[in-house]
C-alpha cells in the first residue's frame, strides 16, 4: 500500500505540478527534435549519478538514491534519498525522502515536502519550503490523493466483477445491454420507474416494524447492487461493440468485451456526473429485464395443454 501510495504520489505530482510549470518554459530540446537532451529519467531502486553534462527536464527517484551534479529543471523523490552536489534545480518534491544540498547547489522555487527532510544550508533554497499535509491546500491533496486511490480499487474491483459476471451470466447481462440499442425509450422509462417504485417499497417498509429490516434491506442493498450491476451490463455492452468493431472477424470475443469496456466506462466515469448517468442507464436496462422476467414467469406458471385434434370423419 506504501509503494502504491508513493507511485500514486509521483504521477499526482508529475501531472499537477511539474509538467505545467516546465510545459510554459522555453521549447524543449529533446531526443525528439534532434539532439542528446533527455525529458525524463527515472530511477527506480539502486544509486543514479546524475552529471553536469546530462542535460534532464525531469528526474524522478522512486525507492532508491540520486546524486545530482547537474541542473534538472524539476526532481521529484518518493522512498528515497536525493543529494544536491553543486547542482541546481527550479523545483522539488519529496514525500518520504531526504533531500540534501550542499553549499554550491541551490534551487530556484519552492521545496514541496510531505513526511521528508530538507537540508538545505541558508540562501540554497530561494523559493519557500512547504509542507504538503500543512493547512488547505495539504488537506485538498490528501484528499485528492485517497479519492483517487479508493477510485483505482474501485476500478479493478469492478473490471474484476465484470469479467466474473461475463463468465457465469454473460447471456443475460447481453441480453439486457442489447435494449440500450433496441429501446432507449423503455430503458429510459423503466429507470425512473424502477427507482421510484424502490425507494417508495423501501420507505413505506420501514414505516412498519416488522418491515423495517425489508424496508432497509432494499434501500441500502437492493438498490445499490442494481446500480453497480448495471454499471456492469453498461460496461460490457460497450466493450462488445468496441471489440466487435475492431475484431477482424468480427466474432464475439466475451473477457476482452468485459475488459475493455469497463476500463472504458471507468475511466469516463471518473468526469462528474458521467459515471452517474451511466450507471442509470444500466439500472434501467436490469429493471427492465427483471420487469419482463417476472411478468413471463407469471404467464407462465400454467402453461395450457393444447387439445389434441379430433380424428376426422370418414
Given at each position: 500500500?506504501n509503494?502504491l501510495?508513493?507511485i500514486?504520489t509521483t504521477l499526482?505530482?508529475?501531472?499537477f505540478?511539474?509538467v505545467?510549470?516546465?510545459?510554459?518554459?522555453?521549447?524543449?530540446?529533446?531526443?525528439?527534435f534532434g539532439?542528446?537532451?533527455e525529458?525524463l529519467?527515472?530511477?527506480t531502486?539502486g544509486h543514479?549519478t546524475?552529471?553536469?553534462d546530462?542535460?534532464?527536464?525531469m528526474?524522478v527517484?522512486v525507492?532508491?538514491?540520486?546524486?545530482v551534479e547537474?541542473s534538472p529543471?524539476?526532481?521529484?523523490a518518493?522512498?528515497s534519498?536525493?543529494?544536491f552536489?553543486?547542482?541546481?534545480s527550479e523545483s522539488v518534491?519529496?514525500?518520504?525522502?531526504?533531500v540534501?544540498?550542499?553549499?554550491a547547489?541551490?534551487?530556484?522555487?519552492d521545496?514541496?515536502?510531505?513526511?521528508?527532510?530538507?537540508n538545505?544550508?541558508?540562501?540554497?533554497v530561494?523559493?519557500d519550503i512547504k509542507d504538503?499535509?500543512?493547512?488547505?491546500?495539504?488537506a485538498?491533496f490528501v484528499?485528492?490523493?485517497v479519492s483517487v486511490?479508493?477510485y483505482?480499487?474501485?476500478?479493478?474491483?469492478?473490471?474484476?466483477?465484470?469479467?466474473?459476471?461475463?463468465?457465469?451470466?454473460?447471456?443475460?447481462i447481453r441480453e439486457?445491454?442489447?435494449?440500450?440499442?433496441r429501446?432507449p425509450v423503455?430503458?429510459a422509462?423503466?429507470?425512473i420507474?424502477?427507482?421510484v417504485v424502490s425507494?417508495v417499497?423501501?420507505?413505506?417498509?420501514?414505516?412498519?416494524?416488522?418491515?423495517a429490516?425489508?424496508?432497509?434491506?432494499?434501500?441500502?442493498i437492493?438498490i445499490?447492487?442494481m446500480?453497480?450491476?448495471?454499471y456492469?451490463?453498461?460496461?460490457i455492452a460497450?466493450?462488445?461493440a468496441?471489440v466487435?468493431?475492431?475484431?477482424?472477424?468480427?466474432?464475439p470475443?466475451p473477457?476482452?468485451?468485459a475488459?475493455v469496456g469497463?476500463?472504458v466506462v471507468?475511466?469516463?466515469g471518473?468526469?462528474p456526473?458521467v459515471g452517474g448517468?451511466?450507471?442509470?442507464?444500466g439500472?434501467?436496462?436490469v429493471?427492465?429485464s427483471?420487469?419482463?422476467?417476472?411478468?413471463?414467469?407469471?404467464?407462465?406458471?400454467s402453461?395450457?395443454?393444447m387439445?389434441?385434434?379430433?380424428?376426422?370423419a370418414?
Open positions: 500500500m509503494r501510495i508513493a500514486l499526482m505530482l508529475g501531472l505540478l511539474l505545467p510549470a516546465v510545459a510554459a518554459a522555453e521549447p524543449w530540446d529533446g531526443p525528439w539532439s542528446s537532451d525529458h529519467v527515472v530511477n531502486g543514479f546524475l552529471t553536469a546530462q542535460p534532464v527536464d528526474l527517484v525507492g532508491g538514491s540520486a546524486t547537474g529543471r524539476s526532481v521529484i518518493v522512498d534519498t536525493v543529494d552536489v553543486g547542482g541546481t518534491v519529496a514525500v518520504n525522502s531526504t540534501g544540498l550542499d553549499a547547489s541551490s534551487v530556484s522555487g521545496v514541496l515536502r510531505m513526511n521528508s527532510t530538507i538545505a544550508p541558508s540562501g540554497t530561494q523559493g504538503l499535509t500543512s493547512g488547505l491546500g495539504g485538498l484528499t485528492s490523493l486511490i479508493l483505482i480499487g474501485f476500478a479493478i474491483a469492478l473490471i474484476v466483477a465484470a469479467l466474473t459476471a461475463s463468465r457465469l451470466a454473460g447471456r443475460q439486457s445491454g442489447a435494449s440500450f440499442r429501446e423503455n430503458v422509462i423503466a429507470a420507474v424502477g427507482l425507494i417499497a423501501g420507505t413505506v417498509a420501514i414505516a412498519t416494524i416488522l418491515g429490516p425489508l424496508g432497509f434491506g432494499i434501500l441500502l437492493v445499490p447492487a446500480f453497480m450491476v448495471g456492469i451490463v453498461v460496461g460497450i466493450g462488445d468496441i466487435a468493431r475492431l475484431s477482424p472477424d468480427g466474432g470475443r473477457a476482452l468485451g475488459f469497463m476500463l471507468t475511466l469516463i471518473f468526469v456526473f448517468l451511466l450507471a442509470f442507464a439500472f434501467g436496462a429493471s427492465l427483471l420487469y419482463r422476467a417476472l411478468r413471463t414467469s407469471s404467464g407462465t406458471t402453461s395450457p395443454v387439445a389434441a385434434p379430433a380424428p376426422s370418414g
